[in-house]
């Protein structure tokens, strides 16, 4: 069993910057394809970037592109994301995600095949 522990979510004018940390503890990380979501009210959660096992590879959904930044450290059992510029519309509960299936090379982007899940940070960007 792996449990995730997400932190670093706030209040944030917008144009602001957050950095969330996920932190993993009764497996090691290090083979795990690893994901971080989001999810606004009434809506489904969704990806918002993607790592694999090694952090040489990486998936941003569009609306990240360029504003937010994934990376893993397999040493400290841990991922984060840098999110800058932030908007509103960036409001949403953030979790990270861990996959064990994947090869190595794989970044994994569906929510279902994911196994373990944090709780969940809120981040929340004003006007």
């Known amino acids: 069993q792996v449990q995730l522990v997400e932190s670093g979510g706030g209040l944030v004018q917008a144009g602001g910057s957050l950095r969330l940390s996920c932190a993993a503890s009764?497996?090691?990380?290090?083979?795990?394809?690893m994901g971080w979501f989001r999810q606004a009210p009434g809506k489904e959660r969704e990806i918002v970037t993607a790592?694999?096992?090694?952090?040489?590879?990486?998936y941003y959904a569009e609306f990240v592109k360029g504003r937010f930044t994934m990376s893993r450290d397999n040493a400290k059992n841990s991922v984060a994301l840098q999110m800058n510029s932030l908007k509103p519309e960036d409001t949403a509960v953030y979790y990270c995600?861990?996959?064990?299936?994947?090869?190595?090379?794989?970044?994994?982007?569906?929510?279902?095949?994911?196994?373990?899940w944090g709780q969940g940070t809120q981040v929340t960007v004003s006007s």
């Open positions: 995600a861990a996959d064990p299936h994947h090869p190595p090379k794989a970044v994994v982007t569906t929510v279902n095949e994911y196994d373990y």
């Open positions: 790592i694999n096992w090694s952090g040489d590879i990486t």
């Open positions: 009764g497996r090691t990380l290090s083979n795990y394809a």
